[in-house]
């Protein structure tokens, strides 16, 4: 919802062809944007921008709150829409790229390992000291991870890869690097440090939240994409405006991930 253009008031009826109506002066309007999707005040809502920037959980927020918890919960949802469907927008890769993937997930007692109970699968592609893109996977299977690699990269790439064998169809899109290791070193000069850190990256970014809701994750993994591939901007202006340049009509305002 957001407030009315005609008369300021934060209350409306949804029309069935989802316009708004103010409940006070009956003024219809359409929301154009998802920084239009939120009620509070302009003020709020780039004080929120800048404590998102910064990184502090709403959670930390509880004795200094510029809006209800769930007010900023929302509104940083909506944050991380725009971040996520950003980062869906980037064209495939090509050139130099690394793969890998990695879970995500606290730990917990029993079965270790991709088979853990609790934990996403995740696979990234990096182009080497640039871009990255990542998304969860439902499985650790050669079927994931070349879906993946066939809609994000370009073929007659350069692949670096560990020596997991679902990567060995590479080849067949590209030259091939396997990384061999020896405890836990890569031996020789080719290596998969930019995914790897990445990995190291996301996983501390993620860590002050103290878990995430599973159906959200990706929405949480999207932001981390999107802050490490504007790692050398301010993006507080960046994420202004893309709020207020993102077609509300063109996402899901309350993206469940389900699976």
Same mark, same amino acid.
């Given at each position: 919802?957001?407030?009315?253009?005609?008369?300021?008031?934060?209350?409306?009826?949804?029309?069935?062809?989802?316009?708004?109506?103010?409940?006070?002066?009956?003024?219809?309007?359409?929301?154009?944007?998802?920084?239009?999707?939120?009620?509070?005040?302009?003020?709020?809502?780039?004080?929120?921008?800048?404590?998102?920037?910064?990184?502090?959980?709403?959670?930390?927020?509880?004795?200094?709150?510029?809006?209800?918890?769930?007010?900023?919960?929302?509104?940083?949802?909506?944050?991380?829409?725009?971040?996520?469907?950003?980062?869906?927008?980037?064209? /495939?890769?090509?050139?130099?790229?690394?793969?890998?993937?990695?879970?995500?997930?606290?730990?917990?007692?029993?079965?270790?390992?991709?088979?853990?109970?609790?934990?996403?699968?995740?696979?990234?592609?990096?182009?080497?000291?640039?871009?990255?893109?990542?998304? /969860?996977? /439902?499985?650790?299977?050669?079927?994931?991870?070349?879906?993946?690699?066939?809609?994000?990269?370009?073929?007659?790439?350069?692949?670096?890869?560990?020596?997991?064998?679902?990567?060995?169809?590479?080849?067949?899109?590209?030259?091939?690097?396997?990384?061999?290791?020896?405890?836990?070193?890569?031996?020789?000069?080719?290596?998969?440090?930019?995914?790897?850190?990445?990995?190291?990256?996301?996983?501390?970014?993620?860590?002050?939240?103290?878990?995430?809701?599973?159906?959200?994750?990706?929405?949480?993994?999207?932001?981390?994409?999107?802050?490490?591939?504007?790692?050398?901007?301010?993006?507080?202006?960046?994420?202004?405006?893309?709020?207020?340049?993102?077609?509300?009509?063109?996402?899901?305002?309350? /993206?469940?991930?389900?699976?």
């Amino acid at each position: 919802m957001s407030r009315c253009p005609e008369c300021g008031f934060g209350w409306s009826w949804r029309l069935s062809d989802g316009r708004l109506k103010c409940r006070r002066c009956g003024k219809r309007w359409r929301l154009r944007s998802l920084w239009d999707a939120s009620r509070l005040d302009s003020r709020v809502k780039t004080e929120l921008v800048q404590r998102f920037v910064w990184g502090v959980p709403v959670y930390r927020q509880r004795f200094s709150l510029v809006a209800g918890r769930p007010a900023t919960e929302r509104f940083y949802r909506l944050i991380r829409t725009a971040m996520a469907h950003a980062e869906q927008l980037r064209g /495939p890769f090509e050139g130099s790229l690394e793969c890998d993937e990695t879970t995500f997930g606290g730990a917990r007692k029993g079965k270790r390992g991709w088979g853990a109970a609790g934990k996403v699968i995740v696979f990234g592609i990096i182009k080497r000291n640039g871009l990255v893109k990542t998304q /969860p996977i /439902p499985a650790h299977d050669r079927a994931s991870i070349m879906k993946v690699i066939q809609a994000e990269s370009r073929e007659g790439s350069l692949y670096y890869t560990d020596e997991w064998q679902a990567y060995a169809t590479l080849r067949m899109r590209g030259d091939h690097v396997v990384i061999r290791k020896e405890k836990g070193r890569p031996l020789g000069r080719d290596h998969i440090n930019g995914i790897e850190g990445f990995w190291s990256y996301a996983k501390n970014w993620l860590y002050p939240y103290r878990g995430v809701p599973k159906k959200f994750f990706h929405l949480y993994l999207g932001e981390t994409c999107y802050r490490f591939n504007h790692r050398n901007e301010d993006i507080k202006p960046l994420i202004i405006k893309l709020l207020k340049t993102t077609n509300i009509q063109l996402i899901d305002t309350n /993206p469940v991930q389900i699976g």
